[in-house]
Structures are given as structure tokens and as C-alpha cells.
């Protein structure tokens, strides 16, 4: 797994913003021994959490840039260090003068995350909130963002440690009766111990399906066309695209190689994955793109056979669809403004247009009812693959648990199970090569 140098009182500095020209930019600097620093770059050292004007000097006392400088003195600062931020014109060199200037003054390069991981370490976040920093800078959609910002504001968080909290007292009460064996069951019932495990169990079962719809949010569905030639598939990822994404043609075998789109759909992302037709052939280049079409069908959440409206399903499509992996897959009647049908849908199956949109709106409800997402609510809140599996255990222990009522010794190790299981969501038990691999993915100066 990736790593980062651990934290360290040490200061450290980083260009905060995008790469490239803007009207502004930023160098963002954080440690202990800030004050020195500013005095040295700046002339003095700012008023904390006012902003101040001034010039940014090399080490002999020459102009690099002006702009505005922020302090903002420990705890009060994003990581819980002392923090200076440089805010000067948005040009690369002049913001690369004012990092080695820094860098002249004593800091050191930030590794990838490392603010956020210190602002984690300082206890300033919690794992999952810093996490969504990082989902907030990638959120693909206006949805995505208002669910990251919910996590980053504790929400996801706060039901974590709800579920916790809830473990706790249980396990408090189960380990409490160990010590008086002839009378544990009782006691249990009377405690209504096991009507406890029944509310964490709901509230648990709750807190998962929120965090798939964040998780889904965040990584959407990969979506992958196949079909013979001909089929429509190329019309059809440009009706989803709303644009014109494939070259569209009607001789077999246009599409050589696959082409890829990325929508939104209800502000889930979509990677929509055009493929080459699947026949038999003698074409080299034309059974290398069948080739890709299988690899892309290999790492598909959903595969989409179209068919031609006019004749069905053939020995041909049936042969595609047993050589289909494991894979949630959509059969889509294409064509029907030359059969004439109206569009339905009905099980897994469509009947569209690729060529006038008639019955795309169908599939487009098809494929978030396939992907299980429900509207986006103000309790959305951002989760990611790990959450998931952490959520996961802790469901499978307190399964465990209600089974081993009889052994309490087993019941309360399984609760503890559970709760350890949860407390890594928000990093309270969190080894430390996890953190490195989370943080290694963040940008340069966050």
C-alpha cells in the first residue's frame, strides 16, 4: 500500500489551487513555526483570521508577488496547527516562486492529503469527514456535492457514532451480567437487551441503504452496449449522450474499438461504453474491437443487449447472453419507428428508438431502478467501497450475535466485533497503512 511520512511538528507548504492560470492563487503553509515564516515573507506577522494586504518578498527583500495574507493560529485552523495562506495572482511561476520561497524558509514539500491527514490527526475531522473532502473537490454532480457536504459537515459521521454509542450500553449491559451467570438471561430480558439489538439492527439496516445511495453517487454505473452490428448501439449512446459521441453508419462493423461517455442520469454518473458489433470475422482490426467488447463486458456493472425490434431474439443473441459473465444485463427492442410498436418496458426489457429517443426516458427509469437508487433525500450523505464493507461486517456480527443469545460470552465478542467494525468508518481504530493508501489519493495542498 501507498504511504505518507507520518505527521510530524514540522512545517509544511503546497500550492492549494488548480494547476494552471487563474485570477488567484494559493500557497497554503502549516506547522508550528508559521510566525517566523510570515515574518520573513511578509514583513510581519498578520492579525490571526483577518485578512491582510501586502508584498510577498524573496530573500533579498525583492517583490515576488502581492496579495492577501490569512493566519489563522492553532487550534483555530483547518489542520489545528498554525496555518498561513498566501492568496497571490493565479500564474504558475509566480506561485512556484512563492512555494520555494517557503520552502527556502525552512517547510518542506506536503505529501499528497497530508493537510487533511493532520486535520484528521489533530482531531479535527474524522476519517470520514476528511474522506469527503476529497469527494466534494471530485463530486460529479450537483448531488454528489450536496451529499459530500453533508459528510463533510458530520452527517454521515454522527449516525456512525449513534450506532456506536448504542453497542456500547449493550455491551455494557451483557458484559455486566457474565459476572452473575445463574441469573444473565433474565436479567438480559428484563433489560430488554434483545429488543436494543432489534433497534441497532433497524437503525444499522438504515445507515446501509443510505450509504449505497452515497456510494452510487459516487462512483455511478458502468454501462456497457453490446449487440450484433448494426443494432443501434452508436445511435444510442449519442440519444444518452445527447450529443453526437459515435460515428453513426450503416455498414456493419463502424464502430471499431470501444468509445466511451460518462452522463448523468438524476445526478448519478453513468460510464456508458460503446462496443464493436459481435459477429463471427476475418478482420483482424475487426476482432480485436470484439476482443475489447468482452473486456469491457468483464468489467460492467450492467450490460445493455440491443436487439432488432423487427426479428427478436436469435440463436445469435442467445449466444451472447450465455457467454455473458455475471452481470446485471437489460435485453433493449430496438427500432421500433420502423416496426411500429409503442415503447414499453417491462421486466428487464425495453422497447425503444435509438434513432427518434422514443422510449430512451424508460430506459434511463430502468437503469436507476437496476441500480437501486432512490431519490436523493436531504439524509444523502457520501460513502465509499470501504464504508460499505465496514457497514457489511458489522451487520454480519450482530447477525452472529442474535444466533448466540445463549452464549453470552460469543454475544458480547460478536457486538464488540461490530462496534470495532464501525469505529473504522470514522477512523477510531484505523491502522495506519489504511490512512496512508486514503490520504496518498488526495490532491497536492489539501
Not at 155 to 178: G, N, P, Q
Not at 295 to 303: S, Y
Not at 353 to 375: C, F, I, N, Y
Request: proline fraction near 4%; hydrophobic fraction near 45%; charge should be negative.
Amino acid at each position: 500500500m501507498a504511504s505518507l511520512p507520518p505527521a510530524k511538528p514540522d512545517l509544511i507548504a503546497a500550492i492549494a489551487t488548480a494547476p494552471g492560470r487563474g485570477g488567484v492563487g494559493v500557497v497554503r503553509v502549516s506547522g508550528p513555526d508559521v510566525a517566523p515564516l510570515a515574518q520573513a515573507i511578509l514583513g510581519r506577522v498578520p492579525a490571526p483570521r483577518h485578512a491582510t494586504f501586502g508584498r510577498f518578498l524573496d530573500g533579498d527583500g525583492q517583490t515576488i508577488d502581492e496579495g492577501i495574507a490569512l493566519y489563522f493560529a492553532a487550534p483555530h485552523a483547518f489542520t489545528g496547527e498554525n496555518v498561513l495562506e498566501l492568496q497571490g495572482h493565479g500564474g504558475p511561476v509566480v506561485l512556484d516562486l512563492i512555494l520555494q520561497r517557503c520552502l527556502e524558509l525552512g517547510a518542506r514539500l506536503a505529501g499528497p492529503g497530508e493537510f487533511s491527514r493532520r486535520a484528521f490527526l489533530n482531531g479535527k475531522l474524522d476519517l470520514a469527514q476528511a474522506e469527503a473532502v476529497a469527494d466534494l473537490i471530485d463530486a460529479a454532480s450537483t448531488e454528489a456535492a450536496r451529499s459530500a457536504v453533508r459528510s463533510l459537515a458530520g452527517a454521515f459521521s454522527t449516525r456512525i457514532a449513534e450506532l456506536v454509542e448504542a453497542l456500547t450500553r449493550l455491551r455494557m449491559l451483557v458484559e455486566a451480567t457474565l459476572d452473575f451467570p445463574e441469573e444473565e438471561i433474565d436479567f438480559l430480558r428484563d433489560a430488554d437487551a434483545f429488543g436494543r439489538l432489534d433497534q441497532i439492527d433497524t437503525s444499522l439496516r438504515a445507515v446501509r441503504a443510505q450509504a449505497k445511495q452515497g456510494a452510487l453517487l459516487r462512483e455511478g454505473l458502468t454501462v456497457v452496449l453490446i449487440g450484433q452490428p448494426n443494432v443501434g448501439k452508436s445511435s444510442l449512446l449519442n440519444q444518452l449522450a445527447g450529443f453526437e459521441a459515435a460515428i453513426v453508419n450503416e455498414m456493419a462493423g463502424t464502430t471499431r474499438d470501444t468509445v466511451r461517455e460518462a452522463i448523468q442520469i438524476e445526478g448519478v454518473p453513468l460510464h456508458i461504453v460503446d462496443t464493436a458489433g459481435l459477429r463471427e470475422t476475418d478482420d483482424a482490426v475487426e476482432q480485436l474491437g470484439i476482443a475489447r467488447t468482452w473486456a469491457a463486458v468483464d468489467k460492467a456493472d450492467v450490460a445493455l443487449l440491443l436487439v432488432d425490434a423487427a426479428h427478436g431474439m436469435g440463436e445469435r443473441e442467445a449466444a451472447i447472453l450465455a457467454r455473458l459473465p455475471k452481470v446485471t444485463r437489460l435485453t433493449l427492442h430496438n427500432k421500433i419507428d420502423v416496426t411500429g410498436e409503442a415503447p414499453r418496458a417491462a421486466d428487464n426489457e425495453v422497447w425503444l428508438s435509438a434513432k427518434t429517443g422514443a422510449g430512451v426516458e424508460l430506459l434511463r427509469d430502468k437503469l436507476l431502478e437496476t441500480a437501486g437508487w432512490q431519490a436523493a433525500g436531504e439524509g444523502t450523505f457520501m460513502a465509499r467501497a470501504r464504508h460499505l464493507e465496514a457497514l457489511g461486517r458489522a451487520a454480519d456480527h450482530l447477525s452472529v450475535a442474535r444466533e448466540s443469545t445463549g452464549q453470552l460470552e460469543l454475544f458480547a465478542e460478536e457486538l464488540r466485533l461490530a462496534q470495532a467494525a464501525l469505529s473504522e468508518i470514522t477512523g477510531e481504530f484505523t491502522a495506519d497503512d489504511l490512512l496512508g493508501e486514503i490520504f496518498s489519493k488526495f490532491c497536492i495542498g489539501k
